[in-house]
């Protein structure tokens, strides 16, 4: 049973070091898996610092591994933690300190790519959207082959209300390697303005809150590391279906040096390519020379906006896909070809 509601000040007894600990259990980084740990809890308690008052809230840690995140979490007084852990080796350092923290931690041996969070806590921390955030909080040090992945699929979520936040806006602050963080954060213009940037600032408040350099995680990365919070913005800046945004922002950004006209006309058909982008981007106001990165939010907007209208009038638009359209015609000169050669054999 979790320490609920029960407030007052929780440290953590003495224990090994996370390097004694990594010893103790052998618990050696797979490189394959992209483990690096890290072992000074002083940055370990910044993080958690930066995530906000975690007084007596309910924390969602992901791929806790030995633990260094996870001690200083316990130790921000915190009314539970559920941490959720793919490899089975981090499992027995893991409950040592569950040992030493009764009743506050939780653990799962499962993948945060399919674990389901929306059931693991109690209904009643579930806050109205408009409401300030629930005291609910994922926090995590991932892979970056897993933290890209899943803060996509956790944009999509908070586009839905579902998942970690059934209970409200939901709170993240997450690792990432240091360039997709300046492309998370980029605004107008940015050197890394991105799909990144468009997707998470559409519907979150994002911040670049600090930088890690890769020489404070064992064994240290080719990388930098940026912390990123996440707040869901209490109106998405973009009130369309994701899947639509996503692919309006996929189209401009596919051609990101030429003006955004080209990759918008990837959105219709080739025979209706140039009256139909021309009139996104007249509708939309949008001057057509300009390049996807100084394109501002409000743009995006706009295109999605108008792009909705077209979808609506055309029902066949959405499904279109050029990609698609390129193979057929592609196979058909194939097709062509062949029966040329099978004429002169
Ligand atoms: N949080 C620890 C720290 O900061 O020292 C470990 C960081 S290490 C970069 C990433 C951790 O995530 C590893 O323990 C790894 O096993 C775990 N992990 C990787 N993919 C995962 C997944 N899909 N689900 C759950 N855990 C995962």
Not at 16 to 24: A, D, M, Y
Not at 159 to 164: A, E, N
């Amino acid at each position: 049973m979790a320490a609920s509601g029960k407030l007052g000040t929780f440290r953590l007894p003495p224990l090994p070091t996370i390097r004694e600990i990594i010893k103790l259990f052998r618990l050696n980084a797979v490189k394959q898996l992209s483990q690096n740990f890290l072992l000074d809890l002083r940055l370990t308690d910044k993080i958690v610092r930066k995530a906000g008052n975690l007084t007596n809230a309910y924390v969602y840690e992901v791929g806790p591994g030995p633990g260094g995140i996870t001690r200083s979490i316990l130790n921000a007084n915190v009314a539970e933690l559920l941490v959720v852990e793919k490899d089975t080796r981090f499992i027995p350092g893991l409950k040592m300190l569950s040992e030493a923290a009764p009743g506050k931690l939780r653990i799962v041996h499962g993948d945060v790519l399919t674990f389901k969070v929306e059931r693991a806590f109690p209904e009643s921390l579930k806050r109205h959207w408009e409401d300030d955030p629930p005291n609910v909080h994922i926090i995590g040090n991932l892979p970056f082959s897993v933290s890209t992945p899943l803060i996509i699929k956790w944009l999509e979520s908070i586009s839905h209300r579902d998942g970690p936040f059934a209970y409200g806006r939901t709170q993240m602050t997450l690792t990432f390697q240091k360039e997709v963080a300046e492309r998370l954060t980029a605004n107008t213009g940015g050197k890394q303005r991105s799909r990144l940037s468009i997707m998470a600032q559409y519907l979150c408040s994002v911040k670049h809150i600090f930088t890690i350099p890769g020489r404070a995680f064992v064994p240290k990365p080719e990388v930098d590391v940026g912390v990123v919070h996440f707040t869901p913005l209490v109106q998405p800046v973009i009130e369309q279906p994701f899947k639509l945004v996503e692919k309006v922002v996929q189209n401009v950004f596919q051609f990101r040096r030429k003006y955004c006209h080209r990759g918008l006309g990837m959105l219709f058909p080739e025979a209706q390519r140039l009256e139909s982008t021309g009139r996104l981007l007249q509708w939309a106001d949008v001057d057509p020379t300009l390049r996807p990165s100084h394109l501002s939010m409000s743009h995006f907007k706009s295109l999605c906006d108008v792009y909705r209208k077209m979808c609506d009038e055309d029902p066949h638009l959405f499904a279109y896909n050029f990609r698609e359209e390129l193979r057929k015609s592609k196979s058909k000169t194939q097709e062509k070809d062949n029966d040329k050669e099978s004429y002169r054999l």
